[in-house]
């Protein structure tokens, strides 16, 4: 700076906080600083307030100012910081690291800590790989902060050779964070030799990643030089870093939803969807304090796909304890109570996170009741509406009373559905109940009108006095009644002893296609008598026949005979109230539509989101779902449907808001777009990118004078000083 130049409020550090400090007496100050202006003045406060915020930083040990500023930068929240700095003992800080990632932790209890270990290592990498020069400061780059915050990425491409273009790296991520989009770029530019800076499309620009004279004749030019250079996809990323996101290099504006999106991951900590995660996660950690986590053969799984009316697929899941003491029951008076909660992951098979439920059950038990269930095994049954694929399933049953955790792990796949027949596995089950038709649709286990309760045991012991009680379900494509009338399907159950030569049994049955329903399934059952069988091992194999085409399908089952201690042919089976709301308000197919976007399927997952939506308008989440995808199908007329009647709201993100704008402009609503994004900004907090959709919706309606007013707001709001000279 050249002498005599003079910023207001401008001073070194530590003449502020010897200002700032209690020492000073208040009229040396005033004395020193009565020639100021009132902004110069405002810049002391501010400065004054940093330096008290920073003296509290600097009360704490290197080892805890360390772990605040490095160890957890990226993924604390603001509250969580200033409850740490605030703290006043070295224990207490202590205490709050350990909860800390406690309440992070997948299995909270358990003796290792994934989400740490996870965490670390990017720490890790990312020192040892970005740093610049000796200093392991790698964490602290651009791509350090994204690769801490986000993972590795799926694909990585380089381009560091060209000449007439900056280095440049392209991260390509898939569904890492429920609020960011299912697939993105993350882009950095070699501003300086190994010096790599995360791109902004709307700040930079693609002049900015031009090093020859073509960068001088503006936006188009340039994306036309890395057309010519590195090639069509490239060219639409420096644009967007949205795939599917509409975009022309002719005219090389740049996208708004991708600086919305790069804010959000600069501040994902403090994402609402991040910081609800965290507080559920806190509330049951609250009131299951010293959580004991027993290990995985405690918890029995049974998961079963199955076909409702409508031909959706739906898997049902009963969790079991092994042994009826694990339950523990509490008594008021002359009634007893339980409590439990069940949490449920949906991953896909990389461990990427779907979606997650979270259900607590707590109950009165009458004395009458309580002594029918008395030293049953206790189980929750529930269902996931999963589209076809591989997931992984992480399972967390919880006594609440007892602050005893149950956990186990599941790989499942859910069949595509196929042109011929489809069987099931077999599951024996104790019991079969009829149900009213108005819970048929919504209950666990339960098809045909009728309700099964399942053994958990693939392998079941039975006493020569108890029968095999078996069922399956048979999918088939949909015909219509006339085309099903007379058709029938052969089924055949043959059983006996492995390798016992002579010993197989078998039961030959036909199944009318006429009962199966509207969507294609048929629920079938079958009951075995066991008591002209000698104990041992035996196994059942049931072949579906289909006498018009010859096709054939199997499935099977192993059960064992026993003298004595048979498996518990009695259970005490819950599920969640709330199933049919759960339906009806359309939440489980938005989940299923997030399962279809997590497979790659967006039209699919779009349908979901439309039922969802048509249910429930006030679902804001599918409402947002679906005008992205609207919007990335450039189907404009549609997005600014969805929000003609109920505008946007607080919980609407910004993406979507800018998307609805867009549309409302494209098809020659400006003024409706202007109104939206005033509404948006009067009920959400300030936003840099709507603020600039605003300005540019301004220039066009002719009032430059506000256009000026709202670039200028926006710009301050996204630019990063310390990387924007």
């Known amino acids: 700076m050249p002498a005599g130049d003079f910023i207001p409020g401008a001073m070194l550090y530590s003449e502020a906080e010897m200002l700032c400090s209690e020492s000073v007496p208040v009229q040396l100050v005033s004395s020193r600083f009565c020639h100021l202006s009132a902004l110069t003045v405002f810049s002391l406060v501010l400065v004054c307030s940093l330096a008290f915020a920073d003296k509290k930083v600097d009360g704490l040990s290197k080892g805890d100012r360390e772990w605040l500023e490095k ?19 070295s224990e207490e800080r202590e205490k709050f690291i350990e909860r800390f990632w406690e309440i992070r932790n997948p299995t909270p209890g358990a003796p290792a800590n994934t989400y740490k270990e996870e965490h670390y290592r990017r720490l890790e990498y990312a020192s040892q790989y970005f740093s610049k020069g000796r200093q392991r400061d790698g964490w602290a780059t651009d791509r350090g902060r994204i690769y801490i915050t986000l993972g590795p990425p799926q694909q990585r491409a380089n381009y560091v050779t060209q000449s007439e273009v900056r280095g440049m790296e392209i991260w390509f991520y898939s569904n890492s964070h429920p609020a960011l989009p299912p697939f993105f770029y993350v882009v950095f530019y070699e501003k300086d030799f190994g010096d ?54 002719n005219d090389a504006v740049s996208s708004l939803q991708s600086d919305v999106m790069l804010g959000t ?40 796909p199955l076909r409702d009316a409508q031909g959706d697929i739906k898997l049902h899941y009963v969790l079991r304890l092994s042994h009826p003491g694990d339950m523990g029951v509490a008594q008021s008076q002359d009634r007893y109570y339980y409590s439990v909660e069940v949490s449920i992951r949906v991953l896909t098979p990389a461990g990427k996170l779907i979606f997650e ?78 149900v009213p038709s108005s819970q048929a649709a919504v209950l666990p286990f339960t098809s045909g009108g009728v309700a099964f309760t399942p053994f958990v045991d693939r392998e079941l012991d039975l006493l020569p006095s108890q029968d095999l009680k078996l069922f399956y379900q048979i999918w088939a494509p949909t015909t219509s009644p006339q085309d099903s009338a007379g058709r029938k399907l052969q089924v055949n159950y043959a059983y006996g002893q492995p390798g016992a030569t002579g010993s197989a049994k078998i039961i030959r049955e036909e199944v009318q296609r006429e009962q199966f329903d509207p969507g294609g399934s048929l629920i079938n059952g079958k009951k075995i008598s066991t008591a002209d069988l000698a104990p041992g091992n035996y196994r059942v194999a049931i072949t579906i026949t289909d006498p018009d085409n010859g096709e054939k399908r199997f499935s099977n089952f192993s059960f064992r005979v026993v003298a004595e201690q048979p498996s518990a042919s009695e259970f005490w089976d819950i599920y969640a109230e709330g199933l049919g709301d759960y339906v009806s308000g359309g939440q489980s197919d938005y989940e299923r539509g997030l399962t279809y976007l997590a497979a790659g399927s967006a039209p699919k997952a779009a349908e979901w989101f439309r039922r969802a939506v048509q249910k429930n308008p006030s679902n804001e989440k599918a409402r947002s779902r679906l005008a992205d995808f609207y919007f990335s199908q450039r189907d404009f007329a549609k997005v600014a449907e969805l929000y003609s009647h109920a505008g946007v709201t607080s919980d609407t993100a910004d993406e979507t808001v800018l998307n609805v704008a867009e549309s409302l402009d494209k098809t020659g609503n400006t003024r409706k777009a202007v109104d939206l994004v005033e509404s948006a900004l009067a009920i959400k907090p300030a936003s840099g990118p709507l603020y600039l959709a605003l300005a540019s919706y301004y220039q066009r309606l002719g009032n430059p004078g506000k256009a000026e007013e709202f670039e200028r707001r926006g710009r301050s709001m996204i630019a990063a000083p310390e990387q924007r000279p």
């Open 71 to 89: 160890d957890v930068l990226y993924i604390i929240t603001s509250d969580e910081k200033k409850a740490f700095v605030e703290l006043k003992t």
């Open 196 to 249: 790599f800076r995360l791109y902004s499309p709307y700040m930079d620009g693609p002049q900015k990643l031009v090093t020859s004279y073509r960068a001088e004749n503006g936006r188009v030019a340039a994306v036309k030089e890395i057309d010519r250079i590195l090639g069509r996809e490239v060219a639409r990323t420096t644009l967007s870093l949205i795939p599917g996101e509409p975009v022309s290099l």
């Open 265 to 304: 991951i600069k501040n994902l900590a403090n994402h609402p969807l991040t910081v609800d995660a965290l507080n559920l996660r806190r509330e049951l950690s609250e009131n299951v304090s010293h959580r004991v986590v027993m290990p995985g053969e405690s918890l029995k799984v049974l998961t079963l």
């Open 357 to 434: 439920q979270a259900r607590k059950v707590s109950r009165y038990v009458e004395a009458d009741e309580m002594e029918r269930v008395k030293g049953k095994p206790f189980g929750y049954e529930g269902w996931l509406p999963l589209a076809p694929g591989k997931y992984r399933l992480e399972f967390i049953m919880t006594n609440l009373l007892m602050k005893t955790a149950f956990t186990a792990e599941r790989e499942v796949l859910i069949p595509e559905l196929s042109d011929g027949l489809t069987v099931t596995d077999v599951v024996a089950f104790s019991q079969a109940t009829a």
